[in-house]
């Protein structure tokens, strides 16, 4: 008989978003007539931008005639998407990023679990906690952790606590490790890094050989001009990281694919033989081997977002979830729970009430306010006591189910 990954079977429960799937599939076959509001994945709700699906049209109509029919595409992206962003995206802010270095994919959250394909099996990983599950999952089913304590932690993982009390800061690891999982804006606690945090980081990684992955797919979100959005905009960095980027939450492209993933040239990793070697030429083959490349359609769309008016039209968007989250931020706050995050950050962070564990306020809200957020400790063990709201609904979702919350 054939056997199976014997490292997925160390995997705790099912994959969170699922999981919270599950609770409310059955809670809406009990009750039916219930109205549920969700706040939990973060999934958008507003319409593409119209000049991406302007765009879009014109490739679907592009892709009816010969002359314009697009077959195989690059699999690292068409070099007009990749300049634009390297200009819009990188350049403007700084950072020395160019359009060769960026590969177009269907994901962020892809690209960060694809990226261990070139990365060695010895490597001694660390995570913030709460964490994005995939980190940490995609790790346990590349055989690249020990099984799961009571508390949920998996062995050969450092884990780095982010809570009230160290303000959300992940603290640097008290030892070596050679790869560093950030998320900032921070998924799932809202909380975002200060260039000079984020420079204390590059110092470490550069130190200690280490390399970070970054993951700014929240960047767009970012309220405060003195802020970071790019790993890139901290000297030294080039020489430590790769950063993941995507479309979904600032364009809407959660239904419709595409992402970016950052890997600068020069960056090196070590062979077992002691030998250097440049990450983007193992990502590179990596790329033409498993990956055909995000559609022509999509990445008109997403070049679009780039054109003047897309630009205007994404900052629209940005700003209706941005107001969405000052609004649970205030109704929450009004009803007594201490909040987090939300000012950055699509994601507003809360301290569960007193006599409450975060599965038990799950169950809470769903049973009694029909709102579905989603449970602190799927993040990781640090983010037991909290629960996140997304913001990425209607206003007029996100005001009843404020209502209804402030009512219980």
Not at 33 to 61: N, Q, S, Y
Not at 62 to 89: C, N, S, V
Not at 132 to 143: F, K
Not at 280 to 296: E, I
Request: proline share 5%.
């Amino acid at each position: 008989m054939v056997q199976v990954n014997g490292n997925y079977l160390k995997l705790k429960a099912g994959y969170l978003f699922p999981e919270i799937g599950r609770r409310v599939k059955a809670f809406s076959e009990a009750n039916p007539t219930a109205p549920i509001i969700r706040l939990g994945i973060g999934d958008v709700t507003e319409p593409l931008p119209e000049a991406c699906r302007t765009a879009m049209k014109g490739a679907i109509d592009e892709m009816g005639t010969r002359e314009g029919f697009h077959g195989y595409g690059p699999e690292q992206g068409y070099p007009w998407l990749r300049e634009a962003i390297a200009k819009t995206d990188f350049q403007t802010r700084g950072c020395e990023v160019s359009a060769e270095e960026i590969f177009v994919s269907d994901g962020s959250k892809c690209d960060s679990s694809n990226i261990l394909d070139i990365l060695g099996e010895g490597n001694r990983i660390a995570v913030t906690d709460p964490v994005y599950p995939v980190y940490v999952d995609s790790n346990v089913m590349a055989g690249r952790t020990g099984d799961a304590d009571d508390a949920g932690q998996y062995g050969g993982l450092t884990y780095l606590p982010i809570t009230a009390s160290n303000g959300f800061t992940a603290p640097l690891p008290e030892g070596k490790v050679d790869l560093i999982y950030l998320c900032f804006p921070n998924n799932p606690t809202g909380a975002v890094a200060t260039k000079a945090q984020l420079k204390q980081w590059v110092d470490y990684a550069l130190a200690n050989d280490a390399l970070i992955l970054f993951d700014a797919a929240y960047e767009a979100f970012i309220q405060d001009p003195e802020l970071p959005h790019s790993i890139y905009e901290i000297e030294g960095a080039r020489q430590c990281a790769i950063e993941f980027r995507s479309f979904s939450k600032n364009a809407g492209f959660t239904g419709t694919r595409c992402a970016l993933t950052v890997v600068p040239k020069g960056l090196m990793g070590t062979a077992a033989n002691g030998e250097k070697v440049e990450l983007w030429a193992l990502w590179n083959r990596r790329q033409c081997t498993k990956f055909n490349g995000v559609s022509y359609i999509v990445q008109r769309g997403a070049e679009a977002v780039y054109s003047i008016a897309g630009q205007a039209q994404v900052k629209s968007l940005v700003s209706f979830y941005m107001e969405n989250a000052a609004i649970i931020r205030q109704e929450l706050t009004a009803a007594g729970l201490i909040v987090y995050g939300g000012e950055q950050a699509p994601y507003v962070w809360i301290q569960t009430p007193e006599g409450l564990d975060s599965w038990g306020f799950f169950d809470h809200l769903l049973g009694n306010a029909h709102v579905v957020g989603t449970p602190g400790s799927g993040f990781g063990a640090a983010g037991e006591g909290y629960f996140r709201l997304s913001a990425f609904n209607s206003r007029a979702n996100v005001e009843e189910a404020m209502r209804r919350i402030r009512s219980l």
